[in-house]
């Protein structure tokens, strides 16, 4: 009986040396092809990424790892793979959610890209760029009225965070509340006033109101921090003709 329990005892302590040793294994394996994708070796990087999962296939960090290398490398659908396999064993990695929102974005999959980045804010409410992000996606789809609550939650954790005013300033334009945009446009261009977007976006919205020669100074000063802003361009050509200056509007149009 004695000699059972020996045995038993003795297969036990096996079984828990080799699992310590497969854990070892899979974590070097892992740190060693995330020195390679560091390096931007991403096809090396993904083998040891992939001996890595072989010693330890719940190992969720190494799948994050294995898809951010397929997506170095343009394999967007195996990177794809790979993230949903870390999500599927831990659904609040949230590296995971931001992997496949940034690969459905770069596949202008806009829609899944929005779902995971959705994820992704769920498990991380506290960082600004989560918030951007999914604002951002929403944008994308015309979804303006959705978008603006995104950009504010952002402001709550940085007040002064230009591209949340400027995103909530785009959604509220598009909403048609003209005024609360001005008002987000007038903080960030309090913030940086080299902002050539928002000198733009406010004399659009001037010329919607019809204040023509405030919007041709709107423009005017995005023009100054950028002659070749295009946008700009364009949009003081027509304000030109709003105004009866046909020679100084021609004189744009010959340029663009």
Same mark, same amino acid.
């Given at each position: 009986?004695?000699?059972?329990?020996?045995?038993?005892?003795?297969?036990?302590?096996?079984?828990?040396?080799?699992?310590?040793?497969?854990?070892?294994?899979?974590?070097?394996?892992?740190?060693?092809?995330?020195?390679?994708?560091?390096?931007?070796?991403?096809?090396?990087?993904?083998?040891?990424?992939?001996?890595?999962?072989?010693?330890?296939?719940?190992?969720?960090?190494?799948?994050?790892?294995?898809?951010?290398?397929?997506?170095?490398?343009?394999?967007?659908?195996?990177?794809?793979?790979?993230?949903?396999?870390?999500?599927?064993?831990?659904?609040?990695?949230?590296?995971?959610?931001?992997?496949?929102?940034?690969?459905?974005?770069?596949?202008?999959?806009?829609?899944?890209?929005?779902?995971?980045?959705?994820?992704?804010?769920?498990?991380?409410?506290?960082?600004?760029?989560?918030?951007?992000?999914?604002?951002?996606?929403?944008? &994308?789809?015309?979804?303006?009225?959705?978008?603006t609550p995104k950009f504010d939650e952002a402001l709550k954790l940085d007040a002064k965070c230009?591209?949340?005013?400027?995103?909530?300033?785009?959604?509220?334009?598009?909403?048609?509340?003209?005024?609360?945009?001005?008002?987000?446009?007038?903080?960030?261009?309090?913030?940086?006033?080299?902002?050539?977007?928002?000198?733009?976006?406010?004399?659009?919205?001037?010329?919607?109101?019809?204040?023509?020669?405030?919007?041709?100074?709107?423009?005017?000063?995005?023009?100054?921090?950028?002659?070749?802003?295009?946008?700009?361009?364009?949009?003081?050509?027509?304000?030109?003709?709003?105004?009866? &200056?046909?020679?100084?509007?021609?004189?744009i149009f010959l340029k663009i």
């Amino acid at each position: 009986m004695r000699s059972i329990i020996k045995s038993v005892v003795c297969l036990l302590i096996l079984a828990a040396i080799s699992s310590a040793l497969a854990e070892d294994a899979t974590i070097t394996y892992d740190r060693l092809g995330l020195k390679l994708y560091s390096s931007k070796n991403y096809t090396e990087s993904l083998n040891y990424f992939n001996q890595s999962l072989e010693q330890n296939s719940s190992n969720v960090d190494a799948w994050v790892h294995r898809g951010d290398a397929f997506k170095a490398l343009k394999r967007y659908n195996e990177s794809i793979d790979s993230y949903y396999q870390a999500a599927n064993l831990d659904g609040r990695k949230v590296a995971a959610w931001l992997g496949l929102a940034d690969v459905y974005t770069t596949k202008k999959d806009y829609v899944n890209a929005t779902m995971a980045a959705a994820k992704a804010t769920q498990y991380d409410n506290k960082t600004k760029s989560n918030w951007l992000r999914e604002g951002s996606l929403l944008q &994308k789809q015309g979804l303006f009225k959705e978008a603006t609550p995104k950009f504010d939650e952002a402001l709550k954790l940085d007040a002064k965070c230009k591209d949340a005013l400027y995103g909530k300033a785009l959604s509220l334009v598009a909403a048609g509340s003209t005024r609360e945009a001005a008002s987000a446009l007038d903080q960030l261009l309090a913030l940086d006033p080299k902002h050539k977007s928002a000198y733009n976006l406010k004399g659009q919205i001037q010329e919607s109101q019809g204040k023509y020669v405030e919007a041709l100074a709107s423009y005017n000063k995005a023009l100054e921090l950028d002659p070749k802003y295009s946008i700009a361009l364009n949009n003081k050509m027509h304000i030109l003709l709003a105004l009866k &200056k046909e020679k100084d509007a021609m004189d744009i149009f010959l340029k663009i």
